[in-house]
């Protein structure tokens, strides 16, 4: 028995239909894009129009449950305007018919379309102006409806198709009042195809309304969609979510000038995940709204495809919020949508993921380490602290906290610590790093939750460490010690391997460790004025200048009466194979010389206090460091030069080191005598 296609599928859902759920046929498919979007010719039997198929649906074209020929049934559907062109927007079908042949003689539907009162089946006429709920002559007439004119469908014949679905009455939506609209029998022969009721309206409707469609219609709200059916084909949505995570604010600079951002990711009750931004003054409207935990609806906005360098959500899309989007507060906490989604992996898992990638992890936090101040690759100080991790798996990892929260949940977790409790930590959103092991970062996008008590997850792993787990051996994923205290990835070398290795010429920096002495500080200038103004979590410490009786930053535009003084320590390093120049800036500065450089500065040029600058300048000279060094080779004016950098300056564990050097013996011995018995 042949498949029966909705009639007239195409001129409904053309009219403003989203509740028909049409039986339609594919009458082609074609994959374009680089973002793989599938677009359709759906046909109705007799007109047929583009669609465009919602990325959550590729895989029934990728695996051929849909292709040329299937019939099936659209149950989520919108249709959009884009470039002047309606299209279909599938979000979700279900295949009747696998294939078949083409029904009917199909033609395309734009100009030569129906009028959406002849398009429409007898007894439904008019229904889409209203929806399903207010065909002609059931339920309440809107206010502003006019009296319904004496109309049989059986009178009416099809007329030529038109530009875009027209009623006969156009005062019908104009407000116009028309209750005698005049038919001609004679002219309702089906041999005149051209036939259109002709109507007398009072007076011309406001050239403002022309082709505009209903007000109705442009006023009503915007339809909640799910966050999984979003796309850039949509000209009106809205998500009802929950924010699950909050950026901080973060300044950029680019060839259209300095700016500012933050974004936040978004959960609904159907478990899509996406990730919304917002920039300059767009920010400084929504900033301050935006609360983790708390629901919102969001609409207007435009979606980009997702840059899934930075964004690890699932979905295709971000959204960027401009200054025609809203963004309301629900007061009523929705209990369908969860206040968070996890993925847990077992730490055991971590050491085979690869290095940039986001995951979830869960375990007890069985150390923590101060936090400590440590200069960026921009210039910029912030907070690092670390912390170790094991679950189940017999393995346990480094967790390293960056920025405000190293003072929140890491010095709250710090404090459980000393008290005697092991909390249970969950990592939402952590970034997978190899540079020494394998090691778990926070970003801007992570959030910790301490001692969660809705996970199942986190009472799993509290009795696994209550019943014994406590006190179970396990191996780090983060450090693999050598003899000597050194890590497995640590690289040792001389000063003179640094030249004649060619360190730092290649395109990323060496980081190498040198057990070095220093043999000269220069004293002249050792230190530069900074700016000490905040940047979000950051100090700018950008060098400044005098500016009257204050001081002056560039970059931040202001003035201040005090500035900040830094580090910028040119130093001689040697050891038994030959001697180079390093720099060292704020942290490793006072570990080398062991006060701060505004202290240094005030002794020597306030206190004028000459004997003691030298006497700690001259303390620290001839001692032994391990010096942990970034090389890398940079321009100077047309020159290229070789960097090296002290990133950290630790005293010489004699003891530890010691061991390491009986360990490199070893080696060379069973080297050595291998190498005699061959």
């Given at each position: 028995?042949?498949v029966q296609?909705?009639p007239n599928?195409?001129p409904i859902?053309?009219?403003?239909d989203?509740n028909l759920?049409p039986?339609m046929q594919?009458?082609?498919?074609k994959?374009i894009g680089?973002?793989?979007r599938y677009?359709l010719?759906?046909?109705d039997?007799?007109?047929?129009q583009?669609?465009?198929?919602a990325?959550q649906l590729n895989?029934?074209?990728?695996t051929g449950?849909v292709?040329k020929?299937s019939?099936?049934?659209l149950?989520?559907?919108i249709c959009?305007?884009?470039?002047?062109r309606?299209?279909?927007?599938?979000?979700?079908m279900?295949?009747?018919?696998?294939?078949?042949e083409?029904?009917g003689n199909?033609?395309p539907?734009?100009?030569?379309?129906?009028?959406?009162?002849?398009?429409?089946?007898?007894n439904?006429?008019?229904?889409?102006a209203y929806g399903?709920?207010?065909m002609?002559?059931?339920?309440?007439v809107p206010?502003w409806?006019n009296?319904?004119?004496?109309f049989h469908p059986?009178n009416?014949v099809?007329?030529?198709?038109?530009a875009?679905?027209t009623?006969?009455?156009?005062?019908f939506?104009n407000?116009v009042?028309?209750p005698?609209p005049?038919f001609?029998?004679?002219?309702?022969?089906?041999?005149v195809?051209n036939f259109?009721?002709?109507?007398q309206p009072?007076y011309?409707p406001?050239?403002?309304y022309k082709?505009?469609?209903?007000?109705?219609?442009n006023e009503a709200?915007a339809?909640i969609?799910?966050?999984?059916?979003l796309?850039?084909y949509q000209g009106?949505?809205?998500i009802k979510?929950?924010?699950?995570?909050?950026?901080?604010?973060?300044?950029?600079?680019?060839?259209?000038?300095?700016?500012?951002v933050?974004?936040?990711?978004?959960?609904?009750?159907e478990?899509?995940?996406i990730?919304v931004?917002?920039?300059n003054?767009?920010?400084?409207?929504?900033?301050?709204?935006?609360?983790?935990?708390?629901?919102y609806?969001i609409?207007?906005?435009?979606?980009k495809?997702?840059?899934?360098?930075?964004?690890?959500?699932?979905?295709?899309?971000e959204i960027?919020l401009?200054?025609?989007?809203t963004?309301?507060?629900c007061?009523?906490?929705?209990?369908?949508?969860?206040?968070?989604l996890f993925?847990f992996?077992?730490?055991?898992?971590v050491e085979?993921?690869?290095?940039?990638?986001i995951?979830d992890?869960?375990?007890?936090?069985?150390s923590?380490?101060?936090?400590?101040?440590?200069?960026?690759?921009n210039g910029m100080?912030?907070?690092r602290r670390i912390?170790h991790?094991?679950?189940w798996?017999g393995?346990?990892v480094?967790i390293?906290l960056w920025g405000?929260?190293?003072n929140r949940?890491?010095q709250?977790?710090?404090?459980m610590?000393a008290?005697g409790?092991?909390?249970?930590?969950?990592?939402?959103a952590g970034?997978v790093n190899d540079f020494?092991g394998?090691?778990?970062?926070t970003?801007?996008?992570t959030r910790?939750?301490?001692d969660p008590?809705?996970?199942?997850?986190?009472?799993?792993?509290?009795d696994w460490f209550?019943?014994?787990?406590?006190?179970a051996?396990?191996?780090s994923?983060?450090?693999?010690?050598?003899?000597?205290?050194?890590?497995?990835?640590e690289i040792?070398k001389?000063?003179?391997?640094?030249k004649?290795?060619?360190?730092?010429?290649?395109?990323?920096?060496?980081?190498v460790?040198v057990r070095a002495?220093?043999s000269?500080?220069k004293?002249d200038?050792?230190c530069?004025?900074?700016c000490?103004?905040?940047?979000?979590?950051?100090q700018c410490?950008?060098k400044v200048s005098?500016?009257?009786d204050?001081?002056?930053?560039?970059r931040c535009?202001?003035?201040?009466e005090?500035?900040?003084y830094?580090?910028?320590?040119?130093?001689?390093?040697q050891?038994?194979?030959g001697?180079t120049w390093?720099?060292?800036?704020q942290?490793s500065?006072?570990?080398?010389?062991?006060c701060t450089?505004k202290?240094?500065?005030f002794l020597k040029y306030?206190g004028q206090?000459e004997?003691k600058?030298?006497?700690?300048?001259?303390s620290?000279?001839?001692n032994?460091f391990?010096?942990?060094?970034k090389?890398?080779?940079?321009?100077?004016?047309d020159?290229q030069r070789?960097?090296?950098?002290v990133?950290k300056?630790d005293t010489?564990?004699?003891?530890a080191e010691?061991r390491?050097?009986?360990?490199v013996?070893s080696?060379?011995?069973r080297?050595?005598?291998?190498?005699?018995?061959?």
């Open positions: 028995m042949p296609l909705t599928a195409v859902i053309n009219g403003g989203v759920k039986l594919v009458t082609d498919v994959l680089s973002q793989e677009r010719l759906l046909s039997g007799v007109w047929a583009h669609a465009m198929v990325t895989e029934l074209f990728k449950r292709r020929g019939v099936v049934q149950t989520e559907y959009s305007e884009v470039q002047n309606k299209i279909i927007v599938a979000l979700n279900e295949t009747i018919v696998l294939d078949s083409i029904i199909p033609k539907y734009g100009e030569s379309g129906p009028t959406a009162q002849t398009a429409l089946p007898k439904n006429f008019q229904q889409s399903n709920n207010h002609m002559g059931q339920g309440p206010k409806q009296p319904r004119p004496s059986e009416s099809p007329s030529m198709p038109s875009r679905p009623y006969q009455s156009e005062s939506y407000n009042p028309n005698r005049t001609r029998p004679e002219m309702s022969a089906p041999s195809p259109r009721a002709t109507v009072s011309q406001p050239p403002q082709n505009r469609g209903t007000v109705f219609k709200p339809r969609i799910p966050i999984n059916a796309n850039p009106r949505w809205a979510a929950r924010v699950t995570a909050k950026g901080d604010q973060r300044r950029y600079n680019n060839a259209r000038g300095d700016g500012k933050f974004s936040f990711d978004l959960l609904d009750s478990g899509g995940e990730r931004t917002c920039f003054a767009v920010l400084d409207r929504f900033y301050d709204i935006i609360e983790v935990g708390r629901v609806l609409s207007k906005g435009s979606l495809p997702a840059q899934k360098n930075f964004n690890h959500l699932k979905s295709d899309w960027t401009d200054a025609s989007s963004v309301e507060l007061p009523d906490e929705d209990g369908s949508i969860p206040a968070q993925d992996k077992p730490i055991s898992a085979s993921a690869e290095s940039n990638s995951l992890v869960i375990g007890v936090v069985t923590v380490n101060p936090s400590t101040t440590i200069l960026r690759k100080e912030t907070q912390l991790l094991k679950d798996s393995m346990s480094e390293t405000e929260v190293c949940e890491g709250r977790l710090e404090e610590l008290s409790v092991f909390p249970v930590l969950a990592v939402k970034k020494s394998k090691s778990i970062g970003i801007h996008s910790l939750y301490i008590p809705d996970l199942p997850e986190a009472r799993q792993v509290r209550d019943r014994g787990g406590k006190d051996a396990s191996v994923i983060s450090k693999e010690f050598m003899p000597g205290g050194v890590t497995k990835n040792r001389t000063v003179s391997q640094i004649d290795e060619g360190l730092g010429r290649s395109d990323k920096p060496d980081w460790t002495t220093i000269f500080i004293t200038s050792f530069y004025t900074a000490p103004l905040m940047i979000g979590d950051r410490s950008k005098r500016s009257g204050g001081w002056q930053c560039d535009n202001q003035e201040f005090e500035c900040d830094r580090y910028l320590l040119q130093a001689q390093i050891d038994s194979t001697l390093v720099t060292a800036f942290e500065g006072a570990e080398i010389l062991g450089a202290e240094l500065y306030d206090d004997e600058f030298a006497d700690i300048v001259r620290s000279i001839f032994h391990m010096l942990k060094l090389i890398k080779e940079e321009l100077y004016g020159e070789v960097k090296i950098t990133v300056a010489v564990n004699y003891s010691s390491y050097m009986l360990d013996i080696k060379f011995s080297c050595f005598f291998w190498v005699l018995s061959i």
